[in-house]
């Protein structure tokens, strides 16, 4: 099973000066700038309360994440405690919000995403940029809000909160490479390939959407 990691790009001209992305034509440069601009914060809105993950909130967003999982065939079961483990916030490593929202008369969990940052060092020493960082998307579950604008807050979130150049998202889940390429997601140059051993799937073939597992 292979899938594909493509990258909106948010600090674009460090981006193109590490030669993390092809640098376009010095006349177009300025134009390829401004259509990676990030989306207006006033275009979309969140529908509910955003705010970090708590230890607390392990069983609400395990029971959502669990929800997501359901639509996939190859997923890693979780606990409570993996959950935390795996999504509780750290430091320069793990930012993970979740939207609350009344259902039924009580405020619940309706929503959660999680991001890792990822530094890459520059091994060029003549360039002044020394790293560069990366949002990456692991695990989401969506039952109020959509997909699109989850991405659009994120864009924002990885360049705000978590100081990152791009935002990189594995083609697997939802993560349809149609639906990216609109929001100006651009295709990495390698695949990213699963082996799975001591695995019976049966001989059946597993699309990336059926596809749960994101390694941290």
């Known amino acids: ?24 034509p010095a006349k177009q440069l300025e134009t ?18 955003m705010r970090m ?12 994440y669990n929800k997501q999982m359901e639509k996939c065939k190859v997923r890693q079961k979780m606990s409570q405690e993996e959950i ?9 490593l793990i930012w993970t919000y979740l939207v609350e929202n009344e259902v039924n ?18 091994l060029n020493k003549d360039l002044k940029h020394k790293d560069i960082k990366q949002a990456y998307l692991m695990f989401y579950s969506l039952t109020v809000n959509t997909y699109e604008n989850m991405l659009k807050t994120q864009m924002h979130s990885a360049q705000d909160d978590m100081e990152c150049d791009a935002l990189s998202v594995l083609t697997l889940m939802d993560n349809e490479p ?36 994101v390694f941290n």
């Open 84 to 92: 935390l483990h795996t999504m509780l916030p750290r430091d320069n």
């Open 32 to 49: 390829f700038k401004k259509n990676m601009r990030l989306p207006d914060t006033k275009s979309f809105e969140i529908t509910g309360n």
């Open 178 to 213: 149609r639906q990216l390429m609109q929001l100006n997601f651009h295709s990495g140059p390698q695949l990213f390939h699963y082996y799975m051993i001591n695995w019976s799937l049966g001989g059946e073939y597993i699309h990336p959407s059926q596809l749960g597992l």
């Open 105 to 122: 008369g009580k405020v619940q969990i309706t929503d959660f995403w999680c991001l890792k940052r990822v530094t890459n060092v520059v």
């Open 53 to 64: 993950m708590e230890k607390k909130d392990a069983s609400g967003v395990l029971k959502l």
């Open 1 to 24: 099973m292979s899938v594909q990691f493509m990258n909106r790009l948010i600090n674009v001209q460090k981006l193109v000066d590490v030669g993390f992305v092809a640098s376009p």
